[in-house]
């Protein structure tokens, strides 16, 4: 169970990411002050703020605590789910009792930082904290090859196949963008943690302007994560007995269900990238763990809250559609306003998403004491890659925490890869499977990637052969490209449009 949680914002002063974090622990931990001694361990999620290599020992120390395990994980916005569906499975099994999960993110200070030329804080000088979670590289050498590195980059790929597939230009799929991401600024408007909290009209969110540049089509600024703010968040989790002895039980938000996936790792050895096999095997992994707690069926339909991960649109629409959820969902899909508006910690937002999810369960638990309110969070890393989903609920499952099983429908997914190719031996004609341009701040095209599809089935991330190809992809409708053939250099990954 969930017995507290702690969230602050800084946008004033200077600070470091083990001082904001330790502002949100505290939070935490005054919530349930008998359980500040038995905290058992300390997990940090991997902080991309600069801080040295034993960030739980640091926040330990500060704290005044002395857990027997201390950790940090890898890369990843799925880190903060994953790490209580594994202390969820701890406390189930009775290796553990209480746990400390926090993260953090001061980029705005380093920033401010650096451009006054200050130096960043010292760190302790401590051994490095073991490393948890998968440390695998959110690209290949496929990916990499034409600068296909982040993000922002990426996922615009995944939102062209969702426009082409629904018969959208570029102006009509940011209309749709602006009506799904409009709701989540009315919720990030009232959240006191907000980054942003500023209600914006569909028409702010989708429609070019000097202040809402395109950043990579068909994506504007108002529709990508914010990732410089000073954010910090603490959740702690123990053991019904533990919330027993510390005087809490009556603050527990129950940990029903959790699992992962993985989707094929590679962008490019994607089959479709419009659709997410891996969210939709978690989430029936998900919902089968619950009803088997429950002793009765539990589906999406019976959670009232719901915490979709959206670092970009693409990413909750490839979720709501695997999840069975409707993007004008009367419920939201957001509890905090998501990561353009909330803001967008690093590793580090869901925890925020889960703080918010199980403070606001609490609320309704007071209200609907003897029946079961539900929440769903999902954490998501990479490139729609690695996937946690968590299911929450105000009174306790009925036959204990059941963690989802996936491992055979992994098998599946990976097994699903499409073969990739780096270069061809000689030119050939491919099919674009999805593509997107990235503009600068005036507007101009700097890098055009594509996803191809060659006669025999295997897949290549290209990019553009010369400036001439760029311009014309710059003057070209992206979405209407998808399907449509393009001629790849032989050598290095390069292509030119051809007529059709």
């Not at 030329?117 to 302790?124: F, S």
């Not at 027993?244 to 089959?271: L, S």
């Not at 939709?280 to 998900?286: D, F």
């Amino acid at each position: 169970m969930i017995v507290a949680s702690g969230q602050c914002l800084e946008r004033d002063e200077l600070v470091t990411p083990i001082g904001l974090m330790t502002r949100a622990s505290e939070e935490a931990l005054s919530a349930a002050p008998r359980l500040r001694a038995h905290v058992q361990q300390v997990s940090v999620v991997g902080i991309m703020s600069a801080t040295g290599p034993a960030p739980a020992s640091e926040l330990a120390t500060r704290l005044g605590i002395a857990p027997a395990r201390r950790e940090v994980t890898t890369i990843g916005g799925n880190s903060p789910q994953w790490l209580v569906g594994r202390a969820a499975q701890a406390i189930a099994a009775g290796d553990l009792d209480v746990a400390l999960i926090a993260g953090v993110e001061t980029i705005r200070s380093q920033r401010a930082r650096r451009r006054a030329g200050a130096p960043l804080p010292d760190d302790a000088d401590l051994p490095p904290d073991p490393v948890v979670g998968d440390a695998t590289p959110g690209v290949t050498a496929a990916e990499a090859a034409i600068g296909l590195l982040l993000p922002v980059h990426v996922y615009p790929l995944f939102e062209n196949t969702l426009a082409a597939r629904a018969g959208r230009d570029l102006d009509g799929q940011r209309r749709v963008i602006g009506r799904v991401f409009a709701p989540f600024t009315e919720v990030a408007a009232t959240h006191p943690a907000a980054w942003f909290p500023i209600r914006r009209t569909p028409e702010e969110i989708a429609n070019p302007s000097s202040g809402n540049r395109v950043v990579a089509e068909p994506y504007t600024k108002l529709m990508s994560a914010f990732l410089g703010s000073d954010q910090a968040a603490a959740l702690l989790v123990c053991s019904l007995a533990a919330a027993r002895r510390a005087g809490v039980a009556d603050r527990a938000v129950f940990v029903w269900a959790a699992t992962e996936t993985t989707e094929v790792w590679a962008p490019t050895a994607r089959p479709d990238p419009g659709r997410s096999p891996a969210i939709a095997a978690a989430g029936r992994a998900l919902f089968d763990a619950a009803s088997q707690t429950a002793g009765t069926a539990v589906t999406v339909d019976d959670v009232e809250l719901v915490d979709l991960y959206s670092c970009f649109p693409s990413a909750v629409e490839l979720a709501a559609a695997a999840l069975g959820l409707s993007l004008d969902d009367s419920r939201h899909l957001t509890v905090t306003g998501g990561l353009p508006y909330f803001g967008g910690p690093g590793n580090n937002y869901a925890t925020h998403g889960i703080a918010t999810l199980t403070d606001r369960l609490r609320g309704a638990g007071r209200h609907h004491p003897t029946r079961p309110v539900l929440g769903l969070a999902t954490g998501l890393g990479w490139f729609a890659t690695k996937h946690a989903l968590g299911l929450y609920g105000t009174v306790p499952p009925p036959k204990g925490f059941v963690h989802g099983d996936t491992v055979e429908d992994q098998r599946v997914i990976d097994t699903s890869a499409v073969p990739v190719v780096p270069e061809l031996p000689r030119p050939a004609t491919a099919t674009v499977v999805t593509a997107t341009v990235v503009r600068d701040r005036e507007g101009i095209p700097t890098a055009a990637p594509l996803i191809a599809r060659l006669a025999d089935g295997a897949q290549m991330a290209a990019s553009p052969a010369d400036d001439v190809t760029l311009t014309e992809m710059g003057a070209r409708d992206v979405p209407s490209l998808v399907g449509s053939p393009v001629r790849i250099e032989a050598g290095p990954a390069r292509y030119r449009l051809v007529d059709h």
